[in-house]
């Protein structure tokens, strides 16, 4: 199996003292799912950011689809891989300004130089296979939340990424709009789609994840397949955690 | 290699910049000495021997250029803060009248604003210079060929065509950037205060107004620098401003460069004037806000 | 449905009541209103009617819209100002021709080129002199000309002040600070007198380009300054999406910053543009013959001394509707954007 992402000791510390990235080591191979979970601050956002250079990092050592990165942010390396690693971001971030199959076939025209009629019968099987193929000609904002986070699915799948990156992607949307986009990412990872997934999602993790990654403050407390991290968690802290998104969810 | 770049690029644009205005230069100096002017400014101590109709300190034809432009400058303030005090005080009654309740005056006020915006200052103007002063002189207001006579104060007809055409004009705006604060302030104030049982009128100015002010201080430090900007135009009424001075100045002398310097020199101070002016209103205004 | 009308009309009678006449002191503030209305109203019926002599206007018509333009050559602006005319109706009453509006804007471009072919000559036309252009097909040329040239410059002055690079980012501040800084006249009177100056023996620029370069270096200035505005309020998190595409910093201007704060902006800038046309008039003080200038001229004229009242408010009345067909394409302009509205 191949390795996607090879994290070594990723250290990023924002103000003196406060560390948003502590010594962070991870593998993701070819075809997983890893599902990042962690408090809110516990830096799993900027974790998932340095794996296509939105963060830098101070110290360490980043291998995404075998380019290195280090600390100096070379700006041509981050570039390549960001034409083969997709993102989703919490608030979907579409293009307001261009109708849907616009915001799907800009990135493919213009960074891959493919023609644009190619572009739009990708955008458009794309967009049919997220369901929202009827809204093509319309605008972001005419598009309910959950429509619209498919829509951003599927223009990070527009440049055939060898990597989908899912930051939140859930976290904005109504509660009975998240089903149709989790659904839309479960078929996606049947696919074979590598993904990185930092999510509050209990459900998705125990059935789509292969590894589940919990931080706080900054550092990696456990990684563990899902049977075992939901079940028997080997860490107090992952524990505690899990033990309060449960009551959230049952108060709910 | 990135820093690199970036240090190559913003060299090469400057290069490029100062080369292009130093061949502008180059063209200028030897247009110049061509013309035999050359440039410098101890012309600006000579007599100016041009006469001036309005002198707000004395001033004979035998004074320097340099008292003919003081002179100038003082007018302008002159008309500035006169312009200011009567557009200020036209343009929040309008600016009331056009968010109030009263329709039928909402829609005098709204004819009022379209017609001074849409159409251009200079020819508003010229209208109360030629219709407004000169046209009715002989038979509305008995006005003598010195202006009108003000408790003792006697204010000459370019003066006062230009006093009525600036604050006018910039009422009409100073009605929308008041309008605008007042809109600004939530519906749930004006509700508010009417529970409380307060007059319209009085919770209006105690009330809402208050709220609007930091979002119309703003506005109206713009609409008062325009003002000062447009006053420039009395030169199209013949009053002798800072612009016209400098304007009668060139024609005398040919001095076009010197003069253009002048005139940006004494508009960047008039800039700073009404600006830190203003920057010092809107800090008592938080300063109270807060004690309150 | 009768009966629906009339429930409305006495609902509607209520309610100026109650707005109008609710208490002694409102009625007696609206009977005075529409007294004065009424009075102004009349007067002004009078006087357009029976008082005013209207010669001074209907026998210049000719030299109002095209100045000094040879009368057998006027034929050409009138035609580029009756096409303006037809392109603004058709950009109103939005086309049914797919392609027509397609190609809107490219027509509204176009019109330009065709303006200046049309008042220059040449190719198959006789050529004619700028001296001879004038009226309002001189105040139209210069507002155009002007806004079209400011919006590239606005934009590039825009992207420098929000640049990275220091040098580059002080230089454009400077310019547009010091631009806004200094009254408009001043400006002109640069374009006219100061920039011959600045040109080597033997180049000269044409008096109306000069004033199209002067306006087009005030305009941006405050263009750019609108266009600042939009750019800022653009959330960053519309960059991170597009450099997650892997798009690089032009691609991220060109289709992302620009289209989107020229959107956000368009209400200012729209109102730029009517800004300029009724500022070309100043150009009527430094030795142009257009709208107002041409006003001026007739004045001059021993026959028709001392009518200024009607030669103003004829002139007032021009440049009302001009500014008002402005305002309503402007305000159609935004309406259309906002159907796709940005939802930040």
């Known amino acids: 199996m191949e390795p996607i992402v090879i994290a070594k000791n990723l250290t990023k510390s924002f103000t003196k003292g406060l560390r948003a990235l502590d010594n962070v080591s991870l593998t993701v191979n070819q075809g997983k799912v890893l599902v990042v979970m962690g408090p809110s601050g516990s830096g799993k956002s900027t974790l998932i950011r340095t794996f296509n250079g939105l963060e830098t990092f101070d110290k360490g050592e980043l291998n995404v689809l075998g380019i290195k990165v280090d600390s100096t942010h070379d700006e041509r390396k981050i570039q390549k891989i960001r034409r083969r690693v997709g993102m989703v971001f919490q608030q979907f971030n579409l293009f307001p300004h261009l109708s849907i199959l616009e915001n799907i076939t800009l990135a493919p025209v213009q960074v891959q130089k493919r023609r644009q009629i190619e572009a739009e019968e990708y955008g458009m099987y794309l967009l049919s296979q997220m369901g929202v193929d009827s809204h093509a000609k319309k605008y972001p904002s005419q598009l309910s939340g959950g429509e619209q986070q498919r829509v951003a699915i599927a223009r990070a799948l527009a440049l055939k990424p060898e990597l989908l990156l899912f930051d939140e992607p859930t976290s904005a949307l109504d509660p009975e709009r998240i089903k149709e986009v989790l659904d839309a990412m479960r078929r996606l990872a049947e696919q074979g789609m590598t993904m990185i997934v930092v999510t509050h999602e209990i459900g998705f993790a125990k059935d789509v994840s292969d590894q589940v990654l919990f931080m706080d403050s900054g550092k990696v407390i456990e990684t563990s397949p899902p049977n075992i991290f939901f079940s028997n968690a080997k860490n107090e802290r992952s524990r505690k955690f899990l033990n309060q998104l449960d009551n959230h969810y049952s108060e709910s | 290699m990135k820093i690199n770049q970036k240090i190559f690029l913003q060299f090469g644009i400057c290069v490029i910049f100062f080369g292009l205005i130093g061949i502008l230069i180059n063209n200028l100096t030897i247009n110049l000495t061509r013309t035999g002017l050359g440039f410098n400014f101890s012309w600006l101590f000579k007599p100016a021997s041009f006469a001036l109709a309005e002198h707000p300190l004395p001033y004979t034809s035998s004074d320097s250029y340099a008292w003919a432009l003081f002179i100038g400058w003082l007018n302008s303030l002159k008309v500035i803060a006169s312009s200011l005090i009567l557009a200020t005080f036209l343009g929040t009654l309008i600016g009331f009248t056009r968010a109030g309740k009263n329709s039928l005056l909402g829609l005098i006020s709204a004819g009022y604003i379209t017609i001074i915006r849409q159409t251009p200052l200079l020819l508003q103007l010229m209208f109360w210079y030629f219709v407004g002063f000169l046209g009715l002189k002989d038979n509305i207001f008995n006005i003598s060929n010195q202006g009108i006579e003000f408790s003792g104060l006697i204010f000459s007809s370019e003066f006062l065509a230009l006093l009525l055409g600036l604050s006018i004009f910039t009422s009409a705006y100073i009605a929308e950037v008041i309008r605008g604060g007042i809109l600004s302030v939530p519906r749930g104030q004006w509700e508010a205060f009417r529970s409380l049982g307060l007059s319209e009128r009085k919770g209006l100015i105690s009330i809402i107004l208050p709220q609007a002010l930091p979002a119309i201080i703003p506005g109206l430090t713009s609409q008062y620098l325009n003002l000062a900007k447009n006053s420039t135009l009395a030169i199209a009424v013949g009053y002798s401003d800072i612009y016209a001075i400098n304007d009668t100045i060139i024609n005398q002398t040919g001095r076009a460069i010197e003069c253009f310097i002048i005139l940006l020199v004494s508009f960047l101070l008039l800039n700073l004037l009404i600006t830190n002016t203003m920057e010092f209103i809107n800090r008592l205004i938080l300063k109270s806000r807060k004690y309150s | 449905m009768f009966k629906i009308n009339i429930n409305s009309i006495i609902f509607i009678f209520k309610n100026l009541k109650k707005t109008f006449f609710s208490n002694l002191f409102n009625t007696i503030i609206t009977l005075l209103i529409i007294l004065f209305i009424s009075a102004a109203c009349f007067n002004t019926f009078a006087w357009l009617m029976f008082k005013a002599n209207w010669k001074v206007v209907l026998s210049n018509l000719p030299l109002y819209a095209f ?15 009756i096409t303006l005319l037809i392109l603004s109706i058709f950009t109103l009453c939005g086309p049914e021709w797919k392609w027509l509006r397609k190609n809107l804007l490219k027509a509204w471009v176009g019109t330009i080129p065709l303006g200046i072919y049309l008042l220059y000559g040449g190719f198959g036309l006789s050529p004619i ?208 954007m906002t159907i796709n509205k940005a939802n930040f």
């Open chain 3, 129 to 336: 002199m700028s001296r001879h252009w004038g009226g309002l097909t001189l105040t139209i040329l210069l507002t155009v000309c002007s806004s079209l040239l400011s919006l590239p410059f606005g934009i590039l002055l825009a992207l420098c002040r929000q640049s990275s690079l220091p040098l580059i980012q002080k230089l454009s501040s400077i310019y547009i600070d010091v631009m806004r800084a200094i009254p408009l006249i001043a400006v002109l009177f640069f374009g006219q007198l100061l920039i011959p100056l600045f040109l080597p023996l033997g180049i000269e620029i044409d008096r109306v380009w000069r004033a199209v370069f002067a306006f087009t270096l005030f305009v941006s200035a405050y263009i750019a300054e609108d266009i600042r505005g939009g750019l800022q309020s653009i959330p960053n998190t519309q960059v991170e999406a597009a450099n997650s595409l892997g798009l690089n910093q032009y691609q991220v201007i060109q289709f992302i910053l620009i289209p989107q704060a020229l959107r956000i902006a368009l209400p200012a800038l729209t109102n730029q543009s009517i800004g300029l046309f009724q500022n070309t008039s100043l150009m009527a003080i430094l030795g142009l013959v257009e709208l107002l200038g041409v006003g001026r001229s007739i004045l001059a004229n021993p026959e028709f001394i001392g009518q200024y009242i009607e030669v103003y408010v004829w002139l007032a009345c021009v440049y009302w509707i001009v500014c008002t067909i402005m305002a309503v394409l402007a305000r159609h302009l935004e309406q259309r």
């Open chain 3, 67 to 81: 100045g000094s333009f040879p009368p057998n050559e006027q034929w050409r602006p009138a035609t580029w100002i």
